[in-house]
């Protein structure tokens, strides 16, 4: 089956401007990640959203990050008035109920240049 | 909170050799420890996992194995293969609750013909 998608794939905008990254989960998947990954490093925890809410948002960095997730499937991310910092590769999983010690499946994650 | 640690971050061997990466981490309540691989443009995927109720796991000729009072686990290859040159990464989750996972910064192994 279709696993999890991220659009776009590649995303550049200037310092200051307002982007959105989209993330599609596997079909059924009640759980939903973001993770932030810099270049050279693992994957940091941004949000757990579990349905439609917010169950852990202690990952993001500030307040400039937000992240939605309405219908309970796709969830988007918003970063308002980007830096150079925010630089990095965007990446979403998923899990079939949010339980712990489940696997999460990735997406291909959107990378982010801010320029 | 939960820290883990990677060594080495680096690796090289000849195909068919074996590979060893190896990971600590802190929080004595973590009880799942997954392993992914990531190629150049791609995102994690999962390679192997193992729970805190068992210390060894084998999957062909991946294994993993775990040591919860040294609190450290590791990844086992053998005969390597070219493609398996990629990023290694592994994680852990203390959260029973659901599993937001903590990530060591990651080792790339290059496989040599």
């Known amino acids: 089956g279709a696993g999890v998608s991220q659009t776009p794939s590649n995303k550049v905008t200037e310092k200051g401007k307002y982007v959105e990254l989209r993330c599609d989960p596997i079909?059924?998947?009640?759980?939903l990640y973001w993770y932030r990954q810099s270049l050279g490093q693992g994957p940091e925890f941004l949000i757990y959203?579990?349905?439609?809410?917010?169950?852990?948002d202690s990952g993001l960095p500030n307040d400039r990050f937000f992240a939605v997730r309405p219908e309970g499937s796709v969830s988007t991310l918003k970063i308002q008035r980007t830096e150079r910092g925010d630089s990095a590769v965007y990446l979403c999983?998923?899990?079939?109920?949010?339980?712990?010690?489940?696997?999460?499946?990735f997406g291909p994650g959107t990378r982010l240049l801010v320029l | 909170g939960e820290n883990v640690e990677q060594h080495p971050s680096t690796l090289s061997v000849q195909e068919g050799d074996s590979a060893v990466i190896k990971c600590t981490y802190s929080?004595?309540?973590?009880?799942?420890f997954p392993w992914y691989k990531q190629e150049l443009g791609k995102g994690p995927q999962l390679i192997i996992d193992i729970r805190s109720n068992v210390g060894e796991k084998k999957d062909q000729r991946i294994a993993v194995t775990l040591n919860k009072t040294a609190k450290h686990f590791s990844l086992h290859i053998t005969e390597t293969q070219p493609e398996d040159s990629a990023v290694y990464f592994c994680a852990a989750t203390s959260n029973s609750g659901y599993s937001t996972l903590t990530f060591g910064k990651g080792t790339m192994l290059l496989v040599s013909p």
């Open positions: 999983a998923s899990s079939p109920g949010g339980g712990g010690r489940e696997t999460q499946y």
């Open positions: 959203f579990q349905g439609t809410g917010a169950a852990d």
């Open positions: 929080d004595s309540a973590s009880n799942y």
């Open positions: 079909s059924g998947h009640t759980a």
